[in-house]
């Protein structure tokens, strides 16, 4: 079974810039999560999907981040305008429909601020 | 207050000796609780999981949770040096199984 896949799996860019990572969850799951995740901390949930619908984006700052998960499958969050503070691992999970206990990570895209 | 806190280490131990790890949550209505583990520059990867107050054991591993004290701990047998990660506490409140994480401790299981 194919995991998680993430790309790219590495970024640097100028602030103010803009830039966009792209997930495709396991085949089937119906959950879809990006984490924000900071160097020396634990994941931070931007935005939960169910199918097409958000459940949770209370931590998503909507100045500068969106996401969008169009056809109920693959997801893409973007960051625009881009600030150092945004460097971290923006990490995709996907977990089966009423199943928190199957959450699965990808790799992750690795982005760096300058 | 945080709502997930761990003692961010690092944690060191011998290799063979027990590694105890330890997290507490603030919100009491808290239901599901996680381990993780993180190795330097990988993604977060399921250990265990536990649900009711008492111990939860797969394989060298134990689980400890204690609804009234709010406290979770994560027990480590026989370690050894491929146990060295970042281990990451994680709590779910209600059916969206939404992950709260805290900032994770760091384990260094020396030979």
């Known amino acids: 079974e194919a995991g998680v896949a993430q790309s790219p799996r590495y970024k640097i860019i100028e602030k103010r810039q803009s830039v966009a990572f792209w997930c495709n969850p396991i085949s089937g799951h119906a959950t879809l999560y990006w984490y924000q995740q900071i160097l020396g901390q634990g994941p931070k949930l931007l935005i939960q999907?169910?199918?097409?619908?958000?459940?949770?984006d209370s931590q998503l700052p909507k100045d500068r981040f969106s996401a969008e998960r169009l056809k109920g499958v693959d997801s893409t969050l973007k960051i625009q305008p881009a600030k150092l503070e945004d460097s971290a691992v923006y990490l995709c999970a996907s977990s089966p429909q009423g199943s928190g206990n199957t959450i699965y990570f990808g790799e992750g895209s690795w982005l760096t601020v300058v | 207050q945080k709502e997930v806190e761990q003692n961010s280490g690092p944690l060191s131990v011998p290799e063979g000796a027990i590694a105890s790890l330890n997290c507490t949550y603030s919100?009491?209505?808290?239901?599901?609780f996680f381990w993780y583990r993180q190795y330097s520059g990988k993604s977060p990867e399921l250990i265990m999981f536990?649900?009711?107050?008492g111990d939860k054991e797969d394989g060298r591993f134990t689980a400890q949770l204690n609804k009234a004290s709010q406290y979770v701990s994560l027990l480590i047998r026989d370690s050894q040096p491929s146990d060295s990660a970042t281990y990451l506490c994680a709590v779910t409140r209600g059916s969206n199984y939404k992950l709260t994480f805290g900032k994770g401790t760091l384990l260094t299981v020396n030979p």
């Open positions: 919100d009491r209505g808290s239901q599901s």
């Open positions: 536990i649900y009711s107050n």
């Open positions: 999907f169910q199918n097409n619908g958000v459940v949770d």
